[in-house]
């Protein structure tokens, strides 16, 4: 008998809403959720085919323990023993745990107590550290929280669309369409980026400029408001402070429209404009991804764009705010579950003691949890594992692919080859799995229950559609396995799903009033939602921001020469992003046969000037270097990029990370958008 289960799309942060066709136990076909207000019954491509590495003949089935150089399948309970007993054996500092935006909510709650209830440690982080940290430490300064301020539907309302570092059409491509909305009832829509991208195509002003000169673009568009007396003198007055010190530096000569446009290679007139257009629309709204975060100058772009809403007066109403499309579907639930060195649930700082005190008394462990002292991130946590002094010295990795998708290959190898002890829980067996001690297989999204929370703060129902293959286990049911194993069967005497989110609503402040009837709706629940009766909040910042006294900052920030530039060795600019086939490390997209046909090895997008002047044509095969690394691929020209700037699409093997290099303090982010390169032929 055929059945349509209701489930969520596993890869963007847009969050679709699909039915999964289950024939005889398979699914064997997906199609739209017409009721759903996020893609009102449309799909992109990846998600027209998200069932097809479902039954894939080399997804996990058993639990594997490493002999040697080889793996043995084993039972649940040996494996369970095995890691109690490992775990154990560490002190709570020597011991980093990896959570992951691929999981559940409930998958990642689990983790996060099990990180600081029963190993006692607050070395608990995921993958979003290398994607929107920025946006996290950017906004919070200026509003008091990193979220998406606005919905998805409502970009469509926008009078003025202004989109940076972000190809919306081939990553969020049903967020894209909010664009194709606005402009169909007379919207104007500015886009920015290095590359002539798909999305650029919808452009009716593209600003192409340099990578790295955010700020300097930004700035430049500031000054030109404040010169033309556009700015809103109101909203300034009424919800901001610090506006004096943002005048100081936007006015600065160095950001004149001239000087920039000499810096950053967009011409005087496009910046002018785009300062006018901004400055008049009724409502502007800002779209950015990773093409702004991904930097080393991360904070300081974010911290640039709320600058600029907040000068127009754009944030809390319709059309208007910052919204920052989260990369992969729970990343925002991931992070609101407290999978971060810094945070409980809900954004709740560890070293605040009254926090810690509820929470103690919430989880009722019969021993003390992780002290209130902030872990180690994702890359502090690299660089110190495999080190027997101080270092970290065994991890529990859940759905994260560090080998593939961390920067800095070299230090992530080095640390993960010489770890005592490596558990990894994933659907496939990755290339970091191949570093482990153990192996677990986890269910997939189609094979659990369980909540997402997507880019807008919207979380959604996962539902079961199959049974997972072999004896793989939904992480939560995993964890909370291991737990009991390790004597706190009474904390995590979870049954469900759905006992795991009551705990975690009753913990979040934003979830409090989010319940499992409100759940059954397509539309899902966009937090905050604090209470019962509480419908949820489509737009944020309406009469306050999140700041103590209400007010949004403006933190004024000066353009800084990225952290590399090129020189004779490293001519090249290069950036990276995605395609609109494929999903991050790969493992799922690369396994569905119709994507897989369309894109299937790595390349660089060369302008064919430049590659005349290094020798090679189109389809020859290079070797790219930089000053940490190098990787073999094939040339694409393309003459839509600026000469001097190439591409790497982000999903093929270690392309990312071969080439990156360490993270920056002050978000724990890497350069990914502006490193500097030369390729020759292979
Ligand atoms: Fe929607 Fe994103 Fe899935 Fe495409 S990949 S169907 S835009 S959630």
């Known amino acids: 008998m055929i059945t349509h289960v209701p489930t969520i799309c596993p890869y963007c942060g847009t969050g679709c809403s699909v039915n999964l066709i289950v024939n005889d136990g398979k699914i064997v076909g997906t199609t739209p959720n017409i009721r759903s207000p996020v893609n009102e019954g449309k799909l992109c491509p990846k998600g027209t085919y998200c069932h097809q590495f479902i039954h894939s003949p080399d997804r996990l089935k058993k639990p594997l323990v490493r002999k040697g150089d080889v793996f043995i399948e084993t039972d649940w309970d040996t494996a369970y023993h095995l890691i109690a007993e490992k775990f154990r054996q560490y002190a709570p500092e020597e011991i980093g745990i990896l959570a992951s935006a691929r999981c559940s909510n409930e998958d990642n709650y689990a983790l996060m107590k099990f990180a600081r209830g029963v190993l006692k440690t607050n070395n608990i982080d995921h993958g979003a550290r290398q994607c929107h940290a920025a946006t996290m430490t950017g906004l919070t300064l200026s509003f008091g929280m990193g979220t998406m301020t606005n919905s998805i539907p409502d970009i469509g309302e926008s009078d003025c669309i202004f989109c940076l570092g972000s190809n919306t059409f081939e990553q969020h491509p049903l ?157 925002q639930g991931a992070c609101d579950m407290g999978c971060l060195p810094d945070f409980f649930p809900g954004y709740q700082p560890v070293t605040d003691s009254v926090v810690h005190r509820k929470i103690s008394k919430i989880w009722k462990f019969p021993d003390p949890i992780a002290p209130p002292r902030t872990g180690l991130d994702i890359s502090q946590m690299f660089q110190k594992a495999g080190y027997k002094n101080h270092g970290i010295r065994a991890m529990f990795l859940v759905g994260e692919n560090p080998m593939i998708s961390e920067p800095d290959l070299n230090t992530v190898e080095h640390g993960i080859r010489n770890l005592d002890f490596l558990v990894v829980s994933d659907i496939f067996f990755t290339k970091t799995c191949e570093y482990a001690s153990i192996v677990l297989p986890a269910a997939c999204y189609a094979e659990k229950e369980g909540t997402v929370t997507n880019t807008e703060r919207r979380v959604q129902k996962l539902h079961k559609a199959v049974e997972p293959p072999g004896i793989a286990k939904p992480d939560w049911q995993i964890i909370t396995d291991i737990a009991g194993m390790m004597g706190y069967e009474e904390q995590f005497s979870y049954l469900s799903p759905a006992d795991i989110f009551d705990e975690m609503a009753l913990l979040c402040p934003g979830y409090h009033g989010i319940t499992s009837a409100k759940l059954s709706h397509p539309d899902g629940v966009l937090w905050p939602c604090p209470s019962v009766n509480h419908k949820g909040t489509a737009i944020l910042y309406e009469e306050r921001f999140s700041h103590p006294d209400g007010k949004g900052v403006f933190c004024p920030v000066e353009w800084k020469t990225p952290s590399e530039l090129p020189d004779s060795h490293y001519p090249f600019r290069l950036t990276t992003g995605r395609v609109i086939w494929h999903w991050h490390t790969g493992t799922m997209t690369r396994r569905s046969k119709n994507l897989a046909d369309e894109v299937n090895e790595a390349y660089i997008e060369v302008h064919p000037a430049d590659a005349a002047s290094a020798g090679v044509s189109d389809g020859d095969i290079v070797v790219v270097r930089s000053r940490k690394g190098s990787l073999s691929c094939r040339i694409k020209t393309v003459s839509d990029i600026k000469e001097g700037v190439v591409f790497m699409p982000l999903l093929f093997d270690a392309a990312l990370s071969s080439l990156t290099g360490k993270s920056v303090p002050e978000s724990g982010t890497a350069e990914y958008k502006s490193v500097c390169v030369t390729f020759e032929p292979a």
């Open 175 to 331: 967020i894209g369409r909010q664009i194709i909305r606005a402009k169909a009832k007379g919207g104007r829509f500015i886009y920015a980026d290095p590359r002539y991208t798909t999305t650029a195509i919808q452009a009716d002003l593209f600003l192409q400029f340099y990578s790295g000169s955010d700020v300097a673009v930004l700035n430049c568009i500031m000054g030109e408001i404040i010169r033309n007396g556009l700015e809103n003198r109101e909203f300034i007055a009424s919800r901001t402070r610090e506006f004096e010190s943002l005048k100081k530096v936007v006015l600065q000569n160095k950001y004149n429209p001239r000087e920039v446009s000499q810096l950053t290679g967009v011409s005087r007139d496009y910046l002018i404009k785009a300062a006018e257009w901004i400055g008049k629309a009724k409502s502007c709204t800002v779209l950015y991804a990773m093409g702004l975060a991904h930097h080393s100058g991360g904070v300081n772009n974010v911290r640039a764009i709320a600058n600029l809403m907040m000068l127009t007066g754009n944030i809390g109403r319709p059309g208007t705010g910052i919204n920052a499309l989260r990369g992969q579907n729970n990343v």
